[in-house]
């Protein structure tokens, strides 16, 4: 975790160490690999609420992200801010968090911010101080803490080395699975027909240029997730046992970090995917059980909400 800040006083020219430390305005950010998430606070209460196009530098340059965060804080960021506490994918090292500060920073001259990995505003938003929080959205990743303060992490690698269980992984495997149709000289399927239809293509053999094309990445990928989930609740088997697999596989990167931490619960999970897909959530919670794991929660909130619960420092 990264701070800049004026050690005496805040913008507002609130006094350092005043007993309510959400007074002010408080920007949190939420920064996925699709989108940045913005909500403005005002004494804690929620007075502005927008999205621009994601500012995580492992899926857009600096310029994008640097205009993605000037475009949001032109619509929310306006007047004396105090503090910005920002949740971002992508957030390995103290380094990935100051080169992120960095750019916010000039934004909002003399506030105080902080960054984070994402996945913490995750386990703050489902109202939980202790516990594991695993995001399924473009990427995945799983973050937690214990009653020790001692924290641990699985997943999180990015596109090339992991995510399973992520919006990318299902819109590659999508890809895979068409390819696998063509070349076992089988008819193309509906999961393949409404990924066609929706690249543009009219042969599954052009996938393979398209997915290697620098025209197309990780979100655009990630997008075609849509088509699963779709086939799937339209009763196709192929694309409901890739929901099953993702929930598995998430349900593993929990339980992996429930391990390490010696806990038992709660496991928030959240994320694009993990939030509206009821067969992943059901694999999830399943393969969770199995492992006697049963304190399992859907966020029923997005994470940028979480920003109120770490500035008191509640969670």
Known sequence: MTNTQNPSTTHDGQAAGTANPLHGITIGLDIGGTKTHGVRFE????????????????NVTRDEAAHNLADLFARIGAGPVARVYAGSGGIDTDEDAAALAGLIQPLVPGATVTVVHDSRLLLAAGRAGTGVAVIAGTGSAAWG??????????????????????????GREAVRHSLRRMNQGLPVDPLTSALLKSCGLDHPNK???????????RRFWAQQARHVVAAAAAGHADSAALLDQAGKDLAGLAAQVLG???L?????????????VAPLQESFRRNLADAG??????????PVFGVLELVAGSA
């Open 43 to 58: 004494d804690g209460i929620p007075v502005a609420d927008e999205s621009a196009g994601s500012s995580n530098v492992q």
């Open 145 to 170: 803490r214990n009653a020790d303060g001692g924290e641990a992490r699985a997943g999180g690698w990015g596109y090339l080395l992991g995510d399973e269980g992520s919006g990318y992984w299902l």
């Open 207 to 217: 996938l393979i240029a398209l997915f290697h094309s620098p025209d197309t990445g």
């Open 260 to 262: 390490q931490l010696g």
């Open 264 to 276: 038992d619960g709660p496991v928030i999970l959240g994320g694009g995917l993990g939030m509206n």
């Open 293 to 302: 794991i049963t304190d399992v929660r859907v966020l029923d909130q997005e």
